[in-house]
């Protein structure tokens, strides 16, 4: 995930929070605000101290990451989006961690669609 891919000031995030719609499930929360003049969507993450230890914390981070680098085609472009990890996350290993954002996403639409009105990657 390049740099410039990355919700990273305050203001940013609020500002998501506040005109932005969310989505959830037991272990994450997605918010997403759209921004018709972007060229690629950008990501912000939220995981608390609460989760675990700085690395539980990281690694939490990593997955995440690597879930939108292998969605990256997929996921809508124009959005900047918030995912904010719940406690059963920390449990969660890669795999789990894809399924469970796959769920939040289709929820909340956040993948792009078929012609055929498919979500373009299942599971």
């Known amino acids: 995930m390049r740099k410039d891919q990355r919700v990273k000031k305050n203001s940013e995030f609020q500002d998501i929070f506040q005109k932005g719609t969310s989505f959830a499930n037991r272990q994450f929360v997605v918010y997403k605000l759209k921004k018709p003049q972007q060229i690629d969507f950008r990501i912000g993450l939220s995981v608390s101290k609460k989760i675990g230890n700085a690395v539980k914390r990281n690694q939490i981070k990593r997955y995440v990451r690597q879930v939108f ?4 085609d997929e996921v809508k472009k124009e959005y900047d989006y918030v995912i904010i990890a719940r ?3 920390a449990e969660m290993n ?3 961690v894809k399924k469970s954002l796959l769920h939040v996403f289709k929820r909340g639409s956040v993948l792009k669609m078929k012609s ?3 979500n373009v990657k299942k599971g």
């Open 69 to 72: 680098l292998e969605l990256k």
């Open 87 to 89: 406690k059963p996350a």
């Open 94 to 96: 890669f795999h789990e």
């Open 116 to 118: 055929n009105g498919e």
